[in-house]
């Protein structure tokens, strides 16, 4: 009886809210389709300036919230203080941003820069250093609070979390799905993940007979996503179970491993691991 006006204000909350959402959304939709069109025109932009008209620059990624990955299909040579200028030119200096220019194959930052919204925070070094030939892929982040987030007020963030609440106090949590076991393992020494093979007690992948190893890390956390395909894995659960039960926890490691599993994966278009809004990762299986 006491839980009885759950039922009714949760219900009505959630109305409000759909309405509130509702009138947002479409700015929502406008305001992240213009940020990725102006991530592809910076990496546009920066092969123009090396001299380079034809090849493709690949689909931009939104790695984290308000982090975007610009990856290119050819190597090319990096001009430092055109690329500040570009990127100033397309975003601005009256938001807070940065951006990393890496090689591809590693997590090397070869350069970088930082806008702030106070100018006298801003650090752009290095602009007369020239960058090798080399196979590039430029990173450049938000603070969170510029990304989705900001489209909800107050109310709406309330709404949300009377609506959690609710949900967290009424369901129990489903049991994470257990690892392979060593009996299973033996019965079936690896999973099918599209045109890969991936041997979880060697912890690697195989693709037309090429093999690709991966760290333990990796490893665990690819096992975690391929067996739930196609649902979405909690962050804090992937975290939680790769790296807290192991006494160590840090919030970039999960997004630099995903990273990294993207890559090994690349060679079959029909897998891909999806970022869910900042709320979790997805191993999507054509």
């Not at 951006?99 to 602009?127: G, H, Q």
């Not at 892929?137 to 603070?143: A, C, D, G, K, S």
């Not at 991936?198 to 996503?225: M, N, P, R, W």
Request: aromatic content about 8%.
């Amino acid at each position: 009886m006491k839980k009885r006006w759950l039922y009714w204000v949760i219900p009505a909350l959630v109305l409000v809210l759909i309405g509130f959402k509702a009138r947002n959304v479409n700015d929502w939709s406008f305001s992240q389709a213009s940020e990725l069109t102006r991530m592809r025109n910076i990496a546009h932009l920066a092969l123009l300036s090396s001299g380079d008209a034809t090849s493709r620059v690949l689909p931009v990624q939104e790695v984290s919230p308000g982090s975007y990955l610009l990856r290119f299909e050819k190597p090319f040579t990096p001009v430092t203080d055109s690329l500040v200028k570009m990127v100033v030119n397309q975003l601005g200096s009256q938001r807070a941003y940065s951006l990393e220019l890496r090689d591809a194959s590693r997590p090397d930052i070869l350069y970088s820069f930082v806008v702030s919204e106070d100018s006298s925070k801003t650090i752009i070094p290095c602009l007369d250093r020239p960058l090798p030939l080399g196979q590039y892929e430029l990173l450049i982040r938000f603070p969170v609070g510029q990304s989705k987030a900001g489209y909800l007020t107050g109310a709406g963030v309330l709404l949300i979390l009377l609506a959690g609440g609710w949900f967290l106090f009424s369901r129990k949590p489903a049991p994470p799905a257990p690892l392979p076991s060593d009996d299973e393992e033996k019965e079936h020494p690896f999973l099918s993940l599209g045109r890969y093979r991936f041997y979880t007690a060697q912890q690697k992948l195989e693709l037309d007979g090429v093999e690709t190893e991966l760290t333990g890390k990796e490893s665990h956390l690819l096992s975690i996503l391929a067996k739930s395909p196609n649902t979405m894995v909690e962050r804090s659960r992937l975290q939680k179970e790769v790296w807290e039960d192991n006494g160590v926890i840090v919030t970039r490691s999960l997004d630099i491993f995903i990273s990294k599993l993207r890559k090994k994966l690349q060679d079959d278009p029909g897998i891909r691991i999806v970022n869910v809004h900042g709320r979790g990762y997805k191993l999507e299986i054509v």
